[in-house]
C-alpha cells in the first residue's frame, strides 16, 4: 500500500478526482429545489447564480440544468478542472472566498457544502461575507450553510466508514460529544483504492473546521456588508424549517441581502 499525506491547506487538491464519489449520497437535485423555494419564500425576484466554494461543480450543475446563468469559483484549481470538464459552458473562476473580486451583480450567490466552516477566525468570516455582498445585486439574495455545533458533537466526534464507486472512504474526528460552541475540529479523510498491481493506494486529507455559533453569524455578516433576514433548521432531505436548532439539525441554512446603507468590505 502507498499512502500520500495531504497538509490541511491542499485537502482539497488531493480529493478532487474522488470528491464526487464522496459525496454520492448527497442529492444535489433535491437540495437545489428546497434552496430555489425558499430564495422564493423571501420574494427571490430571480438573476444569474454565483456559486463561492463551487467545489467539482456538484452544486451548480442542478441551477444549469433549471436554465439559470451560472459563473463558479473555487480555490483549488483540481476541483475546478473537475467542474470545467462537467459544465464547459459554465464560467469558472480559481479565488480566494476571502478575496474575491467584483464580478458581477448577481441576483443569488450561494455557498455550500459547509465550504465557510473551513474559515477559522471572525475576520476571515468578514471577508468572506464581503466577498457575497460584493456580487450581490440589489434585490440579490446571499444563501449559505454553515454546520452546527450538533456536528462537531456527532460527525466529528465518531469514525465512519463507506463505499463509493470501488473507493472506501474513512472518515475520523477528532472532536467530542461535549465539545463547546465555537470548537476547531479536525476529521481525517482516507480514502483507499485498488490499483494497477493490486496494492491499495491511500490519499489522506485532514480537514479543519470551526464551529460558529449563529448569534455571532449573524454579527458577521452585518461587518461584512450583509443583513440576515433568516435562519433555517436543514433537514435531512435538505428541506428548510423556521426553528433553527443546533441541538436537532446539522446545518442551517442563512439567508441574506445586501445591507442598506452599509458598504462591504
Avoid at 64 to 77: A, E, H, I, K, Q
Wanted: net charge negative; with cysteine; charged share 20%.
Amino acid at each position: 500500500m502507498t499512502t500520500t499525506e495531504a497538509p490541511a491547506q491542499d485537502g482539497y487538491e488531493r480529493l478532487a478526482r474522488v470528491y464526487d464519489a464522496f459525496t454520492a449520497a448527497s442529492d444535489y437535485e433535491a437540495w437545489t429545489g428546497h434552496v430555489l423555494a425558499l430564495a422564493r419564500a423571501y420574494t427571490w425576484p430571480g438573476g444569474d447564480v454565483l456559486d463561492v466554494g463551487c467545489g467539482t461543480g456538484k452544486s451548480f450543475l442542478p441551477f444549469v440544468r433549471r436554465g439559470f446563468r451560472v459563473t463558479g469559483c473555487d480555490s483549488s484549481p483540481a476541483m475546478l478542472a473537475q467542474a470545467a470538464g462537467k459544465a464547459p459552458e459554465v464560467r469558472l473562476i480559481e479565488a480566494d472566498m476571502r478575496d474575491l473580486p467584483a464580478i458581477g451583480e448577481f441576483g443569488l450567490v450561494t455557498c455550500f457544502d459547509d465550504a465557510l466552516n473551513h474559515l477559522h477566525d471572525d475576520a476571515d468570516l468578514v471577508a468572506a461575507f464581503g466577498s457575497l455582498a460584493r456580487n450581490l445585486s440589489d434585490d440579490g439574495l446571499a444563501l449559505f450553510d454553515l454546520n452546527t455545533l450538533l456536528t462537531y458533537r456527532t460527525t466529528f466526534a465518531s469514525a465512519s466508514v463507506a463505499e463509493s464507486d470501488g473507493l472506501v472512504f474513512v472518515l475520523q474526528g477528532d472532536a467530542g460529544p461535549e465539545v463547546p460552541p465555537g470548537t476547531l475540529a479536525t476529521a481525517l479523510v482516507s480514502v483507499f483504492s485498488r490499483g494497477p498491481d493490486a496494492r491499495y493506494e491511500r490519499i489522506t486529507a485532514q480537514l479543519v473546521q470551526r464551529h460558529f455559533p449563529p448569534h455571532r453569524v449573524i454579527s458577521l455578516m452585518a461587518a461584512g456588508g450583509l443583513e440576515c433576514l433568516g435562519v433555517h433548521g436543514v433537514l435531512a432531505d435538505g428541506s428548510h424549517v423556521a426553528d433553527a436548532d443546533e441541538s436537532r439539525h446539522l446545518k442551517f441554512m442563512y439567508v441574506a441581502r445586501l445591507a442598506k446603507g452599509g458598504d462591504s468590505v
